[in-house]
């Protein structure tokens, strides 16, 4: 009941800002910050999984939902992504959640991303990815308060800027994948219709930062995932094309090496070419694959990178 009491007050201060009295007044209670206290146990979370989250009481659903966030960080795949994660993914996109749970949810899950990275490396960027799951489910039906959406969106941009934990898919721990779950999470909230051109600037700034980070060579559809996020931001049409083409070409640049060609000489160079390329090589599909103006305009400055890279 102590730890129960500590995770309320804790929920409370975290959803001081602008958070009307009638809705912090409706908020479920808090979970457990343990997973091992999700009701039933770990054989009740499996069969809730098995059963796809069919839970028919909505008042139940919702503080099972903040149950389930308590199990974010569990080292146990099985429980983290497959019944944690996709429970609350499944229930948020179901329509399952109220806008009270939807509230406390943001409010948790905040507090997590913005947290330090720790050892195991779980639940940070498992909330980074539930996160945006109600970033999605705000966009498609707004209902947090300003100033929690604008809280989140800074948090996203932070969220990626602050990741060092570049570690993907592991065959006994399962997935961490920071670094594109934070691009779904820049995805998400740059694509709420209140969030404001400064903040995809913020957001875009944030991303970049993780094209290609020093001596890393991605292998995990990291690169995919970032060139997802910058797709559709650049199809809300807020920046102008002067923005674009400054923010691909710095994205392409060499530095710090004086060329491309120079990329060969060293480990960290070729780390970085290889990157690079696949970063743009995806903006590039994605841009060919969804034919349009705007698209049209997205495909040929990854293009012109790519020769730019190429060509070193």
Request: neutral net charge; contains cysteine.
């Amino acid at each position: 009941m102590r730890n129960r009491k500590r995770t309320i007050i804790a929920l409370a201060l975290l959803l001081t800002v602008a958070v009307p009295p009638g809705v912090r007044a409706a908020l479920p209670e808090a979970s457990p910050s343990d997973c091992d206290d999700y009701p039933g146990g770990r054989a009740a979370l499996r069969s809730l999984a098995a059963g796809g989250f069919e839970v028919a009481d909505a008042a139940a659903r919702q503080r099972l939902a903040l149950a389930l966030a308590a199990c974010l960080g569990d080292p146990d795949p099985a429980i983290r992504d497959d019944a944690a994660f996709t429970g609350l993914a499944t229930w948020l996109r179901g329509g399952g959640i109220d806008e009270a749970t939807r509230l406390a949810l943001a409010g948790l899950l905040h507090g997590w991303v913005e947290a330090g990275e720790d050892a195991d490396g779980f639940r940070r960027p498992f909330a980074a990815l539930a996160l945006a799951e109600v970033a999605r489910a705000d966009r498609l039906s707004p209902a947090l308060p300003e100033a929690v959406r604008a809280r989140i969106a800074a948090a996203a941009a932070r969220f990626l800027e602050t990741t060092r934990d570049f570690r993907g898919y592991d065959a006994g721990a399962g997935w961490r994948h920071a670094v594109a779950h934070g691009a779904d999470l820049v995805l998400q909230i740059g694509m709420h219709p209140a969030t404001t051109a400064d903040e995809t600037r913020r957001l875009l700034a944030a991303l970049a930062t993780r094209v290609a980070p020093p001596g890393v060579s991605w292998i995990h559809g990291e690169p995919e995932r970032l060139a997802r996020a910058v797709f559709f931001l650049h199809g809300r049409g807020l920046l102008d094309d002067a923005f674009w083409d400054g923010w691909f070409t710095t994205v392409g640049s060499p530095a710090p090496l004086a060329g491309w060609g120079e990329a060969f000489r060293t480990a960290e160079g070729l780390a970085r070419r290889h990157d690079v390329l696949a970063f743009l090589h995806a903006v590039a599909f994605a841009a060919r694959a969804n034919p349009g103006p705007a698209s049209d305009r997205l495909g040929a400055l990854a293009h012109r990178e790519l020769v730019r890279v190429q060509g070193g």
